[in-house]
């Protein structure tokens, strides 16, 4: 359940009222965190992200999922657990950690992001925010595989809302992402299939900075 730390072998264990009560918490606290279009600080032209194949995305069954083209987009784990707003001096006035952040940051403290020249694309999503009780940024780094794909594909995901310079960064929405995961936690889909589903989505993408 969100925001609290009950785990998810102890959710397993719960009646279906609760589990669908913890379904309905699971999607209302992060679809509210992602409600917000993602930032875009500077402006430049927009970036070439490329088009994500969008066909064949939820067919009804996640589990056995069968590709009708390569899905592609996103960025993987090794880049979100790098570029959070406050990892690199850079962000902080006269590149000193010492020192507070820039003013164009201040509200976007440990929120992630990818830059591209001088421009910072930054997520609705923060270091600290939680997937059952445990911190993203936790998870990127310790949680289980599975886990790991879904905290990335739900940063990756928050980037797409309404913002034209990102738009086909990534080929599932946020509540695509929610609707997996809950597919896998209602024991309707497979874990391990879906980790490797949402593992070659990025195949190891991450961008530079």
């Given at each position: ?203 190891g993408a991450v961008q530079p900075d």
């Amino acid at each position: 359940m969100l925001e609290q730390d009950n785990k998810t072998t102890e959710q397993n264990k719960t009646s279906p009222e609760v589990k669908t009560s913890a379904t309905t918490a699971r999607r209302s606290f992060l679809k509210k965190a992602a409600i917000g279009a993602p930032v875009v600080i500077a402006s430049s032209t927009k970036p070439a992200w490329g088009a994500a194949c969008m066909s064949g995305l939820m067919s009804g069954n996640v589990s056995n999922h069968e590709h009708t083209c390569d899905l592609q987009g996103g960025l993987s784990h090794g880049h979100w657990k790098e570029h959070w707003i406050g990892k690199k001096k850079q962000h902080f006035i006269g590149d000193d950690k010492n020192n507070p952040l820039k003013p164009a940051f201040e509200d976007y403290n440990k929120h992630y992001y990818v830059k591209y020249g001088q421009n910072y694309h930054i997520s609705p999503y923060k270091k600290n925010s939680k997937l059952d009780g445990d911190k993203f940024q936790y998870l990127l780094i310790n949680g289980t595989p599975f886990q790991r794909e879904i905290v990335t594909a739900l940063i990756s995901a928050s980037m797409i809302s309404a913002t034209p310079a990102i738009n086909g960064f990534y080929p599932y929405s946020v509540q695509d992402v929610l609707d997996i995961y809950d597919a896998v936690m209602d024991n309707l889909a497979d874990e391990t299939e879906v980790k490797d589903l949402l593992e070659g989505i990025h195949q190891g993408a991450v961008q530079p900075d």
